[in-house]
């Protein structure tokens, strides 16, 4: 019989059996007609979803029962994280157990699965495509790069050459002058004896026919020049010049040519994506229109200080010519401790466990100081320690000097095992004129207050150079002089201004944002309620200074 001329069977709705179907609730899996399904959805304890008949999805496949196997499962026992079929519910093995329809369950289930195929859809995935372009960017980029180095170094070499190539053709010169003027002097002394020896040939004959003619008148009136020849003509006595090459250094030699710096292959820790529903992040703070100076450490002694450490709200410490010294806000002394070689301290830091790190640069070293027993972590040789800070990856940054003091660099030290180093831009230019002090933003960040330069000087945590920050204008035209350097919750870079008499506060990007005046400030640090410790260099003082809002 043709298929559309057979007889068809009517679908009747599931609940009143009488009237043809209409709709179709996904959640029950159950078929309504028009009558019932406004009864149906009008049943709030569930979350229902009805559609077309002809839109329903394909019926759901129960679960079999592991222990019932005739059985399906149509409830989702919570507390065992299991479906179970009706069996299993009667005979108590569930009683007390909190239970929830298996397609109720189901239909949660599934849109907590659209909800992660749509965060992967959106947000993922397309970062980590952009994360592939990046890397294949660089990669592109690589091939440029070092052909620049190459080529850098290839202009260096000719430089070498021709400079070689001069002192070659300047000494060959040097002796060819010398050997001609040699040669003129024994071109010299070789006239002089062969006129004698002209002379002398001819008095010979004389004599000999003198003395064959036996003539009287003749004999009598020879004179003698014997005399005139017994001494020979001077003799010309000549050093012969030596061409002594001096020994090659290799290592001085590599030195002079110019320094390349190691390649630094670091791991970064991407951005975490956030999920949809946020994450927390620091508090807000603005900066105060005028701040206020909520506590000043007045010392004793006359030593200057040069540098400050935050160890809490109430605790700093502190280095001068002497010694290094832990101090309250009500002046007293906690702490002191003497460096373990006895020179003076150039830099302190605290680190994140709450230990103290000094820089020796007398005698090139690094040193902790952990329940007043210091140890030596970092020893170097050609280079000077000078400035140290603590990053917040609990490593420390260490700037530098080299022993002639035309380098600085800034390296990462893990323990005592150097793992990064920053020098040099894109350019193979110098990133730093001279060591300062450095400070590690909270986004990672490097920031150094480069006086040489008159700038503060950030590089991110590759070391590729982000900006230079050359001062903001003043009523005076001397030239900016950056001295201590912090960073702050909020990412400001807060730096001093030793001789005109201000902190300037930066945004992360290196955009002047405010003036703090305070006379004389040299170093500073933050503690973790963003209350800026300065160090007045001249007046033996450490100011306390809020500059942050306190709400948020």
């Not at 000494?171 to 006239?191: A, C, D, F, G, P």
Request: glycine share 4%.
């Amino acid at each position: 019989m043709h298929p559309r001329r057979s007889a068809q069977k009517v679908l009747l709705c599931d609940l009143c059996k009488t009237v043809p179907l209409q709709s179709h609730c996904e959640l029950c899996n159950i078929n309504l007609c028009v009558n019932c399904m406004g009864k149906h959805i009008s049943d709030l304890s569930k979350r229902h979803n009805v559609v077309h008949y002809f839109y329903r999805k394909s019926t759901p496949n129960y679960p079999k029962c592991p222990k019932h196997a005739e059985k399906h499962c149509e409830v989702h026992c919570e507390k065992c994280v299991i479906p179970v079929c009706s069996l299993c519910v009667s005979s108590g093995q569930h009683e007390g157990h909190k239970k929830s329809d298996i397609l109720e369950n189901l239909s949660v289930k599934t849109q907590v699965l659209q909800k992660d195929l749509e965060e992967l859809e959106t947000r993922i995935y397309p970062r980590y495509l952009e994360s592939l372009s990046d890397v294949q960017t660089e990669k592109a980029e690589v091939k440029t790069n070092y052909g620049k180095l190459t080529t850098a170094v290839d202009q260096e070499g000719e430089v070498w050459h021709r400079e070689i190539t001069a002192i070659v053709n300047q000494r060959k010169s040097y002796i060819e002058e010398m050997k001609n003027k040699h040669l003129s002097t024994l071109n010299k002394n070789t006239k002089e004896i062969t006129q004698n020896i002209t002379e002398l040939k001819q008095i010979i004959s004389d004599l000999k026919s003198l003395l064959n003619s036996y003539d009287f008148s003749l004999t009598s009136r020879y004179k003698s020049r014997n005399s005139e020849f017994r001494t020979l003509p001077a003799k010309i006595g000549v050093t012969l010049p030596i061409f002594s090459p001096l020994k090659i250094n290799k290592d001085q030699l590599n030195e002079m040519f110019g320094s390349l710096s190691s390649l630094s292959i670091n791991t970064e820790n991407s951005d975490t994506m956030k999920s949809p529903e946020g994450a927390s992040s620091p508090p807000v703070k603005t900066l105060l229109d005028e701040p206020l100076l909520t506590a000043t450490i007045k010392l004793e002694y006359e030593d200057k200080m040069y540098s400050v450490s935050c160890l809490s709200e109430e605790e700093v410490w502190t280095c001068d010519n002497n010694k290094m010294k832990l101090l309250n806000l009500q002046n007293k002394l906690l702490i002191s401790v003497q460096t373990k070689s006895g020179n003076a301290p150039t830099d302190i830091a605290v680190t994140r466990d709450g230990n103290l790190v000094y820089t020796d640069t007398d005698n090139k070293t690094v040193n902790l100081v952990k329940n007043k027993q210091i140890q030596t972590v970092i020893r170097l040789q050609g280079w000077v320690p000078q400035f140290v800070c603590s990053a917040l990856s609990d490593n420390l940054l260490v700037i530098m000097d080299s022993d002639d003091r035309e380098q600085s660099k800034v390296v990462r030290y893990s323990g005592s095992t150097e793992t990064q180093t920053i020098q040099f831009d894109d350019y193979c230019r110098p990133l730093y004129s001279s060591a300062g002090y450095i400070s590690e933003n909270r986004n990672l960040d490097i920031c150094v207050a480069d006086r040489g330069a008159n700038a503060v000087v950030v590089v991110n945590q590759s070391g590729k150079l982000r900006f230079r920050y050359a001062g903001h204008p003043l009523s005076t035209h001397e030239p900016f002089k950056p001295v201590g350097i912090t960073t702050d919750s909020q990412s400001h870079i807060l730096t001093a201004d030793h001789f005109h008499h201000f902190i300037h506060i930066l945004d992360q990007d290196g955009q002047f944002l405010r003036y703090i005046r305070c006379t004389y400030p040299w170093s500073l640090c933050v503690d973790i309620r963003d209350n800026l410790f300065v160090v007045k260099y001249v007046s033996h003082a450490v100011d306390k200074i809020q500059y942050l809002s306190t709400q948020c």
